[in-house]
C-alpha cells in the first residue's frame, strides 16, 4: 500500500455538510439573474466547487463585471450564513471529523484546507468551528479573486506547497465534481470522495477516485506514512 505524508480537505460538502444551503441560496439567486432556479444536474456540473464569478457566469451566460460578481456573490453568502446559524441543529462539523482532525495533530501529519469559499466565509468558519484547534490558520487556500476556481489544479497545488509536500505525497478529500478534476489535475496521490450528498455509484465511475466513505470515521488511517497510533 502506497503511504502518503498529508492531507488536504475541502470544506463545504466535506468537512462541513451544508451542500443544501449552497443549492437552496444559489436557487434563489440563479432565479434573480436568469429567471428560473438551477436544476440538480446543473449544481453538480456547474455550481460545486466553482467561484461565485464562474458561477455568475454560467447563470447570465456572459462574463459578469465586478460589481457584479461582488454584489451578487456577497448577498447570497450572507444569506447562506444567516442560514447555517439559524440551523443550529445541522451547524456542526461533519461525523467523524473532530475525532479524525485529532488523529492527525496528534500524529503530526501535514494537513490543510483547500476551499474555493471567501476569505469571509473561512473566518467564519474558523470563528464557529474553531478550526484553529486543528489547523495552521495562514495555511488554509481559499478563493482570493485571483487563483483560479476548481477543476483548474491550482489551489490544490498551492495547498500541497502550503504542507512543503508534492503533490503524490498529498491525500485529497473531495465531494465535489470539479474540485475532483482539480486534485487530479495537480497530480494529488490519492483523491477519496466523500458521499455527503451524492451516491458511492457517481464516484465509482470516476477513475481518478481512489477511495470512496460516507463519513470520516470510515478514513482508513494506515494510508499515512508517519502515523505512529491508530
Known sequence: MTKYRGIIFDFNGTLYWDSAKHKETWREYSKKLRGTPFTDEEMIKYMFGRTNEQIIKYAIGKQPTPEMVEKYGQEKEALYRQMC???????????????FLDFLKENNIPRTIATMSDKVNVDFYIEHFHLEKWFDIDKIVYSNGIIPGKPAPDIYEIAAQNLELKPEE???VEDALSGIE???????GKIIAICSEESPELYKSIPAVGGIINNFDEFDKNLFANKVTA
Open 182 to 188: 482539480a486534485a487530479r489535475a495537480a497530480g494529488i
Open 85 to 99: 446559524l439559524e440551523d443550529k441543529e445541522n451547524f456542526h462539523l461533519a461525523q467523524g471529523v473532530e475525532s
Open 170 to 172: 498529498c491525500i485529497v
